[in-house]
């Protein structure tokens, strides 16, 4: 049966934790594997960090700068060199590659999500390995929201792509109650069927030459499962045992998917957007979302937290903070701020003009 299989490596399995150099035999080790996969007919993609790490090697620079200009000026430099790298290794067993490279902003838009995703089938289709990466060298957090680390790129991707798999390789076997490196008798957790269980497992920091921890991945299991993705962290020295997890082996720790109910629409609300602010629900409006499928009112609203305009994304959450749904609103924060509390018939004399009945209708609402 083909899958479709999205795999991230992070910089710390690519590189050198010492000098940032990178790991050519685990580079090579994992192109064999993907090539294999693909050749057995399975759609692979490939999410790479390592742009800034290699870029860095190349520069001399002994560790990962902090300076938004400077890091992008690094990328460009890495990022060239470790596609030239790729290249070479994938041609030598006759696997075609492209590079696919991402800001957070492509994914915000509805039409710019529609066009990637016509772009990665296509480039499946054709038999291509595409290789992802955020785009450092254009993009900033002044000019748009990051995805923040590759971990939530890759998460994005399976949930675009509607991937059965998502592989993260990174610097450790598999999840622990605590980090490995500092506490010698934390307990591996081998399957994961419920994120809530993970409240107690310390997240660990990004290494010297990554950007993400552990709760970076478990931020991207949450993305992927709830958009039906099976998802495992495994040691990124290792891409050899993908094939085995995939026939079954007990190997890393697999998150454990939620059934795949989403459109293509509401995955893009859920996953795609970034919300710009956050309405406060009484628990009538958290019931009527939650238990029978409804919009959302103006009169179950109790509070309006941040700024935001009509058409952008907001967090649903009940009067405790959880987050039960996120959807598109009908009004501005501003708006909002005036009608909240009131029936949707006393809308018009509260604002001055016939506005929509719901606030966030149940075709733009997502639970979460």
Known sequence: MSLTLVIKIGTSSLTDP???????STLALLVEVLSQLRHQGHRVILVSSGAIGVGCSRLGLKKRPRDIALKQAIAAVGQGRLMRIYDDLFTTLDQAIAQVLLTRRDLESRVSYVNAY???????????????????TVATDELRRKFGDNDTLAALVA???????????????????????????????????????????????????GTGGMSTKIAAARIATNAGV????????????????????????QFHPAPRTLNARKRWIANGLVPSGTVVLDP????AICDRGKSLLAVGISEVIGQFQVSEAVTLCDLEGKEVARGIVNYGSDELDLIKGYRSDDIPDLLGYEGSDTVVHRDDLVLM
Do not use: C
């Open 284 to 287: 009538g409006a958290v019931k």
């Open 18 to 24: 010492e000098t940032g150099n990178l790991a050519l």
């Open 230 to 253: 099976r998802m495992v962290i495994m040691q990124g020295r290792y891409p050899n045992q993908i094939p085995r997890i995939l026939d079954g082996d007990e190997i890393g720790t």
């Open 118 to 136: 016509d772009a990665f089938q296509e480039l499946l289709d054709l038999g291509v390995i595409p290789i992802v990466n955020e785009n450092d």
């Open 159 to 209: 949930s675009l792509v509607e991937a059965d798999w998502l592989f993260l390789l990174t610097d450790v076997d598999k999840l622990y109650s605590a980090d490995p490196h500092l506490v010698p008798d934390a307990q591996p957790i081998a399957h994961v069927h419920n994120l809530e269980e993970l409240t107690e497992v310390e997240a660990g920091e990004a290494s010297t030459w």
